[in-house]
């Protein structure tokens, strides 16, 4: 039978939506009837895994049995839609034409004899597994040749299923396991459809001198957080407090992955998630310092609107816990005159402004300036962030504006109402 047509009559069957569970081989003597043998050999190729189905004219015997294996597949867990199927497809009259080999000859022992496959239906729909790819596309988007894809198809190195034709397809998971398996690269993944992949993505971020700095500037790229931690620890326990490990660390690995981002050296998410782990590894610090003694005085601050920055405002505020306030970080994006009044309602002693983008500087200095005012005497304000520049710092009223948590400490450490460790 020529393939086409059989691929043809089995165009509801996609060999992606089936897998071989089992291969049964059933061979049942069948006592001798001499002279007028009416045993059948179906010689249509199901599929192309050379399997030949014998039957005898006995029908409802065979789907008998396949239904004892259906069962048999279901109380496995197992699905199978398709066998049945494919019985009926061979069942139907046109597949009876060819006079029985056994008719023929004689010499043959009656039996009926059928090997089949349970077949697993697939649980996703096929649309979710698409695209599949054949060796020669892969092997165009590698830059290697189509014979090597099929050897290492043949090995079982890439996942591999066959058509109904017995063709070789490559699934894209099959693909994304072999990749990241053997670290090897799609030089052209435009080739079959995909979108191309960064491929110097980098975890090695230069910039710092210090080699606690190179690690957790590679760990955070890597996203691996417990290196992180260990050596941010490591820096605590060599005698530098929360905060200064913070901002030699987090703050220096931070500016390091923005220029790499900037440079197109990482991918944004390396940035997202080296965000959240930083987010984790302050919060932990804070915790540690424990809680603050009930006379502590109140410090509270954020970034302003529009400034969605969150390590900065915390690490400002792990650094007076550290010190000793009663420091709340009221978050990023709030309006201006949010911090006025939480510090009204908590009687905070001081207010920071961590600003590090300005979407309308025109507008903040005004609200700035405005917060100012409305502190009263009593209530220091310090203001910090990357986008105060010397321009707009001299359009600001403030207690204090530093640059750094460092300098943070050591001014807020000096006010009437900073206290001791
Ligand atoms: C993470 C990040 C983001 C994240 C932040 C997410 C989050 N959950 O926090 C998000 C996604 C919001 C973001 C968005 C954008 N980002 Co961005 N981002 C960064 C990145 C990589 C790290 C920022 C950070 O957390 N740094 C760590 C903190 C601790 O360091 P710091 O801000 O310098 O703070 C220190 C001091 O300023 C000071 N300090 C800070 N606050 C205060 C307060 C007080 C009171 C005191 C005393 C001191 C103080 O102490 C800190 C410790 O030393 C920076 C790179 C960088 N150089 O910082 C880019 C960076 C700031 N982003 C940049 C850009 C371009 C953007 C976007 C415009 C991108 C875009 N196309 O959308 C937007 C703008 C968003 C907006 N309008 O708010 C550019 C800015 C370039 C420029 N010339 O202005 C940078 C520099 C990256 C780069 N190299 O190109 N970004």
């Not at 930083?278 to 400034?307: H, K, T, Y």
């Not at 510090?343 to 001081?350: G, S």
Request: charged share 25%.
């Amino acid at each position: 039978m020529k393939r086409g047509r059989h691929l043809d009559q089995n165009k509801h069957l996609n060999v992606l939506d089936v897998h071989i569970v089992h291969v049964v081989h059933v061979v049942i003597p069948l006592p001798p009837v001499k002279g007028n043998l009416h045993y059948r050999l179906h010689r249509k190729k199901v599929f192309d895994w050379n399997l030949r189905h014998v039957f005898s004219k006995n029908i409802r015997f065979f789907r008998c049995f396949s239904t004892l294996l259906e069962l048999a597949g279901l109380a496995a867990g197992l699905q199978f839609g398709v066998l049945s199927e494919t019985i009926q497809d061979i069942c139907r009259p046109r597949s009876w034409q060819h006079r029985s080999i056994l008719r023929r000859n004689s010499s043959l022992n009656p039996f009926i004899s059928f090997t089949f496959c349970l077949l697993q239906t697939r649980k996703k729909p096929v649309a979710a597994r698409l695209p599949h790819f054949s060796p020669k596309q892969i092997a165009n988007s590698m830059q290697v040749s189509e014979s090597s894809v099929k050897r290492w198809c043949d090995r079982g190195v890439i996942p591999t299923v066959r058509t109904i034709g017995g063709h070789r397809r490559i699934t894209l998971d099959g693909l994304q396991q072999f990749l990241r398996e053997t670290g090897q690269t799609l030089v052209h993944p435009e080739a079959i459809g995909l979108p191309s992949l960064c491929q110097c993505r980098r975890t090695e971020i230069p910039g710092a001198k210090d080699p606690e700095q190179r690690s957790f500037r590679s760990a955070l790229a890597e996203g691996d957080e417990q290196t992180c931690r260990a050596v941010l620890r490591a820096r605590v326990a060599g005698g530098a407090s929360r905060s200064e490990a913070a901002e030699d660390l987090i703050a220096d690995a931070m500016h390091g992955l923005g220029e790499a981002w900037d440079c197109k050296e990482i991918d944004i998410y390396q940035e997202r998630r080296a965000c959240d782990i930083c987010q984790r590894l302050m919060m932990e610090m804070r915790n540690e310092i424990g809680p603050v003694s009930a006379d502590a005085p109140v410090a509270v601050g954020g970034s302003p609107e529009d400034d969605h920055y969150q390590l900065p405002t915390a690490m400002v505020e792990l650094a007076l816990r550290e010190i000793g306030w009663n420091a709340i970080n009221l978050g990023s994006n709030l309006p201006l005159d949010s911090f006025r009044q939480a510090a009204h309602d908590q009687n905070a002693k001081l207010v920071w402004l961590s600003v590090s983008a300005l979407e309308d500087p025109a507008r903040f200095i005004v609200a700035e300036n405005r917060l100012a005012g409305s502190l009263g005497e009593q209530v220091s304000l310090f203001v910090g962030g990357r986008v105060i520049d010397e321009s707009l710092r001299s359009k600001l009223r403030y207690t204090a504006c530093c640059g750094s948590v460092r300098e943070l400490v050591q001014l807020a450490g000096m006010t009437q109402a900073g206290i001791r460790r």
